[in-house]
């Protein structure tokens, strides 16, 4: 994709109302499902790979291997060829001593990548050690002449900043985002521990932020890092205020949750046939009759599947009884039928959710299992007496 069609694409969905996601990984299957998910773009960041080594992101930063070699070389053959319909990006150490960075930028081009990223950066490090890199000219300025070079051969180009002077060097260079970068990522078992808290890390973007509205206000602002890890932390970094327009990640897609994922799966492997007796699916695969009386197993089964969609003929199925028979039992001991007993426990259980600000109305009624709003709505209002909304608004009233 070249420049002018990335920008018309996430202009667009500036205009449309949604956000910038921007996914950096070192493999082609997260490539792929970021891309497929609607990912805006994908970044190749040396540290991904090594993060797909079961290394530390700060790998990255160490003289392993040449960054612009490992980079090319895994995502010229692994991603370029895969991702067809977003746009992938080159992350570019522009301090290489042994690269010609206009020549090498221009073959970077010509390998399919649509942009660069400055990555790693200087920005990253501090104290005695970037006295001496800045001594031997190894800085951050290279950073923003390779941008500059990128913009110049017609390159989208997404650009690392820490501080107000940056954001101010790198829109001078022509750079179609800018990257509030707020530390390495917190959370996971090789996260960084020391982390700026989110409300700290907010004032540092907006301060960047309103440095760059003064140069180029159209410019598109994003954030990176620090302890910015999960949906609800970026949801409070996007909350009451427009200047912060989209989000990139790297361990928040691929490590965090890789980590949380093999770990429980890998145990509950390793733990077969010595399983807890009150696990649910335990007790499905076993027989119901053995746990259970059969009201107690519907109710179990509503509490632990109420967002998903639940045929009462399944439930029926599974506990070996006809339908019929469990229908007459369930209204018999509850007191109304099943559907009216699924209905008041997912407007309940919503009632509960609107409590939390941060919730869109139309992800209540999804999280509840009412993918369609406008059904959620009209039962919300039968049992409760009011809309959603307003039901909200009552609760603020009152606190």
């Known amino acids: 994709m070249n420049r002018t069609a990335i920008l018309e694409r996430l202009q667009s ?21 970021a891309a ?27 003289p392993f291997c040449n960054s612009n070699d490992m980079v090319m070389d895994f995502a010229s053959r692994e991603i370029v060829p895969l991702v067809r319909h977003a746009p992938v990006l080159f992350g570019l150490n522009a301090n290489d001593p042994t690269r010609e960075m206009a020549s090498y930028i221009a073959e970077i081009k010509g ?49 690392f900043v820490f501080d107000e002077l940056q954001a101010n060097q790198m829109i001078g260079a022509g750079a179609d985002v800018i990257c509030a970068h707020l530390g390495l990522t917190e959370g996971g078992l090789l996260g960084a521990r020391k982390v700026v808290s989110l409300e700290a890390a907010k004032a540092k973007a907006l301060r960047i932020f309103a440095a760059c509205g003064q140069l180029q206000p ?33 361990s928040a897609f691929e490590r965090i949750p890789s980590e949380k994922s093999i770990t429980a799966i ?15 699916m335990v007790k499905m ?7 259970y009386d059969y009201i107690d197993f519907v109710k179990e089964y509503v509490a632990q599947n109420y967002s998903d969609e639940i045929v009462f003929s399944d439930l029926a199925k599974v506990a070996h009884v006809s339908r019929s028979y469990l229908s007459s039992m369930f209204k018999k001991e509850v007191g109304c039928s099943f559907q009216t007993y699924l209905v008041n426990f997912r407007i309940n259980k919503a009632a509960t959710l609107l409590q939390a600000p941060q919730l869109q109305l139309s992800e209540v009624a999804a999280m509840v299992g009412y993918p369609d709003y406008a059904q959620f709505s009209k039962m919300f ?15 603020n009233t009152r606190t």
């Open 266 to 280: 890998t145990r509950d492997f390793k733990r077969l046939g010595k399983l807890d007796e009150d696990d649910f």
């Open 13 to 33: 969905q500036l205009h449309e109302g949604n956000h910038i996601i921007g996914v950096s990984t070192g493999t082609g299957i997260t490539a792929k499902y």
């Open 36 to 62: 497929q998910s609607g990912a805006d773009f994908i970044l190749m960041l040396n540290s991904g790979k090594f993060r797909q080594m079961g290394r530390s992101s700060l790998a990255g930063f160490l």
């Open 111 to 159: 390998r399919g990548f649509s942009g660069v990223n400055n990555y790693p950066t200087v920005g990253l490090m501090d104290g005695l050690f970037r006295e001496a890199l800045e001594e031997d000219g190894i800085s951050y300025d290279r950073e923003v002449e390779a941008i500059r070079l990128a913009h110049q051969q017609e390159l989208f180009t997404v650009a």
């Open 381 to 395: 209002k039968k049992l409760k007496g009011c809309s959603p909304k307003l039901f909200r608004s009552n609760l």
């Open 218 to 250: 159209d410019v598109i602002k994003m954030v990176y890092g620090g302890p910015v890890k999960t949906p609800v932390d970026v949801q409070y970094m996007y909350s009451n205020n427009t200047d912060i327009m989209g989000y990139i990640g790297g």
């Open 285 to 291: 695969l076993n027989g119901i009759t053995r746990h």
